[in-house]
């Protein structure tokens, strides 16, 4: 038979007051069916919160007494909560008590009437941490990972004397891994503080860069992640496939090494790797294509292609590739420019040839600033079909690639980043690529010495879906944050997005601290930063 059903105008329950016509729609479903809400003689709860009265008056409250004496409540999404409490009894995702995820997705979760609370992970929480080996190892001081291989590669650069140790992690359970556990390569000799950079190409070969090598000239070594991967230990110059040094004494080659997109059209990619201070201080770019990888020793000035700065002075110190509609295109950013300031060039990447910087422009592209040190391409955030990029000192700037016409200065870039609302200076920016599944680019804020004095570290993500473009955003109001346990920690120092690493379902990012203490005085940490997405 059909239920009785009170209908109280407005229906007021548990203080919560509830939507007559909702009331009565639901109340119209009910009539509707054929016995779905009868339960021989029980009275039937109505959107989980309606009173009503059984056969033999006895109230009931929010729920309806079953045959054999239970109560059973309205919950057609099957999350364990029903209305009006569940505040949307269709989304198994949203119920009082569900978690905020960290992305500020305008869904309120957990009902309770607020679509995002703001969050700080702290590292202390961490479940999956890499420890250093000893003391001073400052372990965490530079990152690659190899992705396709599930391998993180991670720089003691103070180990062994100063000759530096790159230990490989392998995707393994959430938990504490020892460093001294893993497999590694050793730098050769003392004081080459192995390794300044490291990238890993997609089949697992790793460029590992040594400034201090050869007596001051500089060193990268080309070796097989895969080795150390999977438990090996080798000094890097015996297992190296290919090493390239500086040309001479103090031109520390190895300021930065990373592969970029194929550039010679044979479906691999390519090397390229910086000097900040050869050529007189104009810096040196040397571009080594796949084919030339099965050499054995190279000096930078034999690379298939090297660019200098536009004069000495200019420090040449990083090349980082960026995509556009119009098509691809190296950024180089030398720390001085004749105006005085720093400076990025734009180069097309198909006219890459030998020369000084400022002879390969297209014939409009440099941007400079008295601020500018520091670049990051970050991906398409603005949604226009071109790569961004982020840069600065003091007030960090987005810019779109495309958009470059001329000399453009650091005061126009359209998005700006602070660390605070007093336009305090970060450290740096991580691109992460697309992390929430949007199409665009994401990237992490990054403060390793926040607070101020303190160097405890901390970081903020920045979706393109979170990102107001044309406005200033602050470190300190940013809802998705991370924090290092305690001071000296210089938690973010490194960042890097390395999957689900530790196979809890979740990608990770992994987030250097190799300030902490956990194995003695800065002996360093990586600690593994679940993403919200």
């Not at 982020?390 to 000399?407: A, H, I, R």
């Not at 190799?514 to 997405?533: E, H, I, N, R, T």
Request: glycine share 14%; with cysteine; hydrophobic share 40%.
């Amino acid at each position: 038979m059909l239920p009785r059903l009170l209908l109280p105008l407005p229906l007021i329950i548990s203080g919560c007051l509830i939507n007559t016509d909702l009331y009565n729609q639901r109340r119209a479903e009910l009539l509707a069916q054929d016995s779905g809400s009868s339960n021989d003689g029980g009275a039937a709860a109505i959107d989980g919160g309606a009173s009503s009265t059984d056969d033999t008056g006895t109230a009931t409250d929010g729920g309806s007494t079953s045959s054999d004496g239970g109560t059973a409540v309205v919950d057609e999404d099957g999350d364990g909560s029903s209305p009006p409490e569940d505040c949307d009894d269709a989304d198994p995702t949203r119920f009082p008590g569900a978690a905020e995820g960290w992305l500020d997705d305008g869904v309120d979760n957990d009902c309770d009437g607020v679509s995002q609370e703001a969050l700080t992970w702290d590292a202390a929480s961490a479940t999956t941490v890499l420890v250093g080996e000893a003391p001073g190892d400052e372990l965490g001081r530079r990152l690659g990972m190899w992705r396709e291989g599930a391998c993180l590669l991670v720089a003691s650069t103070f180990a062994q004397g100063s000759a530096g140790r790159v230990y490989a992690m392998p995707a393994g359970a959430p938990g504490t891994r020892e460093a001294a556990s893993l497999g590694w390569f050793d730098g050769p000799d003392s004081y080459h503080y192995l390794a300044n950079a490291i990238s890993v190409r997609s089949d697992g070969l790793a460029v590992l860069a040594a400034p201090a090598g050869a007596d001051g000239a500089g060193a990268a070594w080309l070796v097989d992640a895969a080795s150390a991967c999977a438990g090996d230990r080798a000094v890097v110059s015996d297992v190296a496939r290919l090493r390239m040094q500086g040309s001479a004494t103090g031109d520390y080659l190895g300021t930065d090494a990373r592969w970029l997109p194929d550039l010679d059209g044979d479906g691999v990619e390519d090397l390229v790797i910086t000097s900040a201070t050869a050529a007189s201080g104009a810096g040196l770019a040397g571009f080594v294509y796949s084919p030339a990888l099965d050499g054995d020793d190279l000096v930078v000035d034999d690379a298939d292609v090297v660019v200098t700065g536009e004069r000495e002075g200019a420090g040449l110190a990083m090349v980082q590739a960026a995509a556009t509609r119009e098509g691809d295109y190296l950024l180089f950013a030398q720390e001085g420019h004749a105006s005085g300031g720093h400076a990025i060039a734009r180069v097309p990447a198909a006219e890459l040839r030998s020369g000084a910087v400022d002879e390969l422009l297209d014939g409009a592209i440099l941007s400079w600033s008295e601020d500018l040190a520091w670049l990051e391409v970050v991906g398409d955030t603005s949604h226009d079909g071109n790569d961004d990029f982020v840069g600065g000192v003091w007030t960090w700037s987005l810019w779109g690639v495309s958009d470059l016409v001329g000399t453009y200065e650091e005061t126009a870039g359209s998005t700006r980043f602070t660390y605070d609302a007093e336009g305090e200076w970060l450290t740096g920016f991580t691109a992460l690529g697309d992390v929430d599944g949007d199409g665009q680019g994401d990237l992490a804020m990054r403060a390793e010495d926040w607070p101020a004095q303190a160097e405890q570290g901390t970081l903020a993500l920045v979706t393109a879906s979170d990102l107001t473009p044309a406005k200033t955003h602050d470190m300190e109001a940013r809802r998705l944050r991370a924090q290092g346990a305690e001071a000296g920690d210089s938690f973010a120092y490194g960042v890097v997005p390395v999957g689900d690493i530790d196979l809890d379902g979740r990608a990770d990012l992994a987030v250097s601290t190799y300030g902490s203490d956990l194995a003695g005085a800065s002996s360093g940490a990586v600690v593994f930063l679940p993403l919200p997405y």
